[in-house]
């Protein structure tokens, strides 16, 4: 999907909310348990029961990839079952050396159709390149991340400007707003000014509302751009909001459409 | 498998050898591709021709992950096939918020069950915590990677360091040199002097012999400490080095044996 049409979502459904689909067998509705393939039971409903309030998806593929083969069949599926009019993002944050790194690309972006990888900067150019090289596919490139360890790295200041700011300018010479994005936590509010000032024109996937506590407000109010330029992700304050009730998916889709009810543009 | 026994198949076999399993479906001997599982049959044969000249195996993750299901079955049964008295090690480069580290370690230390896994530090601390936790297992953190890349953020200088001197650094108050590794690139040689100041006690994993024309004679002068403290990976130079020829085995096992012959303590 091209950024005119992410808009276009974004706009006819007067939302930003990216949901993310990090099926925990130890967390689900245990009625689900008895399926053959619970995850994707799960995702499915989390699906249906989420799409008319959100416009991304976000697997987080550790999540599947703990569960050896039947995880990447559940996977398959979930994506299968995604309405095209839903941007896909592999949350995976990948990279490694050129060779190997269109490794990934090509299991991302061919064996599954995924719009957007998300990818970790550390090992520079060659290691994002290979992801970029893909036409109306995108790269998110982590860069103030949601985490507590955010701190440890990222912070460093380097002639003046702290890694995250030295990885999303650098990161602009290999990519354009139309194929990079950026990954900024949203428990780092107070830096949103700062972060819209480094990329005016990249959208950011935001984490960290939610279970981690982040500030969608100030996100919203520092965040936006002229095309919105955010994208919200939650995971387990959506997809865990029923509990364990037979019929969560009714608390599933309200706590999504109380995000997106707090998304005013 | 724990730093002890690695240290004895080291000066035992006189190697310290790590034979990169990066099967490429386009670049395996033709005639493998008649076999039902063409990755697995290709890796069992390079393990056999191997196994006497090598202390460790290193599949890259992403070339089993572009397979899909497919690859998957094959790294399962690559890793069954490995004998126990070689460590095993998961090129993966993985890294995420805590929550979701835990379960990429449940994936390659419990689902699979490697020996070590290499991070990228990108994240900070609660990323790479969840793989420490396990007894007996190994984190191998990114440090100065191998690629041109590298230039792009490691050597930026904080407060008089570079990034990769303060990943080494800190990480040292994460593991111990009982279940912390570096990734040590042979391709930046004359960093090895310093790189081996600043950990001391940990080995080094050192891809970029071969195909990326890293400097082994460096490496060891200066990279060895009183436990050897080296990994020397060889992929493509090794793994390819019979071409398409229907005896590719025997090119293979002395191409690792001519690196071993190099390997002088």
Redesign the interface.
């Known amino acids: 999907m091209n950024k005119t049409d992410l808009v276009y979502h974004i706009r006819r459904k007067r939302s930003f909310l990216c949901v993310g689909l990090?099926a925990?067998l130890d967390k689900i509705p245990k009625h689900l348990l008895a399926y053959k393939d619970p995850v994707f039971e799960f995702n499915k409903r989390v699906i249906d029961a989420t799409k008319d309030a959100c416009v991304a998806y976000k697997p987080?593929i550790?999540?599947y990839?703990?569960?050896?083969?039947k995880g990447?069949?559940s996977l398959?599926k979930t994506l299968d079952y995604i309405p095209d009019t839903h941007f896909t993002i592999a949350?995976a944050?990948?990279?490694?050396?050129?060779n190997?790194?269109r490794?990934?690309a090509?299991?991302f972006f061919?064996?599954f159709d995924f719009d957007a990888v998300t990818i970790?900067?550390?090992?520079?150019?060659?290691?994002?390149l290979p992801f970029l090289e893909y036409e109306g596919k995108w790269v998110i490139l982590?860069a103030l991340?949601?985490?507590?360890?955010?701190?440890?790295?990222?912070f460093?200041?380097?002639s003046g400007k702290p890694?995250y700011q030295?990885?999303m300018e650098?990161a602009q010479s290999w990519g354009t707003p139309d194929n990079l994005m950026f990954v900024t936590g949203a428990t780092h509010p107070e830096k949103f000014k700062e972060l819209r000032q480094i990329a005016p024109d990249n959208f950011f996937l935001v984490?960290g509302i939610g279970a981690?506590g982040g500030d969608l407000k100030a996100v919203m109010k520092y965040g936006m751009n002229e095309e919105v330029g955010l994208l919200i992700n939650s995971s387990r304050g959506i997809i865990y909001a029923g509990g364990d009730s037979t019929d969560f998916e009714q608390q599933v889709g309200a706590a999504a459409r109380d995000l997106q009810g707090m998304m005013v543009f």
Chains 1, 2 share one sequence.
């Open positions: 990090d925990d987080n550790a999540f990839e703990c569960l050896g083969n990447w069949e398959e949350d944050k990948r990279a490694d050396i050129g190997t790194s490794k990934y090509r299991a061919e064996h970790a900067p550390y090992m520079g150019s060659d290691s994002v982590l991340t949601s985490n507590k360890g955010s701190r440890d790295f990222q460093l200041e380097s890694l030295s990885v650098t984490p981690q």
